[in-house]
């Protein structure tokens, strides 16, 4: 089965910068698209920045410049490096695989019902 398991959150002061990881098994990670999502207490779950298969990432206007999505077909690994931290980022964040039905392409973030597959989350904080 699919899991999804998520490393690498923390603790920062604001102009910090983390690494988020996520692990995945159970399916052919290099053929479907990936992405991370966030939620903060309260609000409705966001998409922050996606992958496909072929490397074509986009990204949520409130992050870009900022935070960079990759990953390691070799490893099964998904990465989400985090720079110039705001208190604003503040949040559990999520990796997600869409769904296969998708072919390897990304759906755009605010479509988060096409995103199949969640892992349990690692919590960014992020101090002023």
């Known amino acids: 089965q699919v899991q999804l398991v998520e490393s690498g959150g923390g603790s920062v002061q604001a102009g910090g910068s983390l690494r988020l990881s996520c692990v995945a098994s159970?399916?052919?990670?290099?053929?479907?698209?990936m992405g991370w999502f966030r939620q903060a207490p309260g609000k409705k779950r966001e998409g922050v920045a996606a992958?496909?298969?072929?490397?074509?990432?986009i990204y949520a206007d409130s992050v870009k410049g900022r935070f960079t999505i990759s990953r390691d077909n070799a490893k099964n690994t998904l990465y989400l490096q985090m720079n110039s931290l705001k208190p604003e980022d503040t949040a559990m964040y999520y990796c997600?695989?869409?769904?296969?039905?998708?072919?390897?392409?990304?759906?755009?973030?605010?479509?988060?019902?096409?995103?199949?597959?969640w892992g349990q989350g690692t919590q960014v904080t992020v101090s002023s």
């Open positions: 997600a695989c869409a769904a296969p039905s998708r072919g390897g392409w990304c759906p755009p973030l605010g479509v988060v019902q096409e995103f199949a597959y």
């Open positions: 159970g399916y052919t990670y290099r053929e479907y698209c």
């Open positions: 992958i496909s298969s072929v490397l074509s990432t």
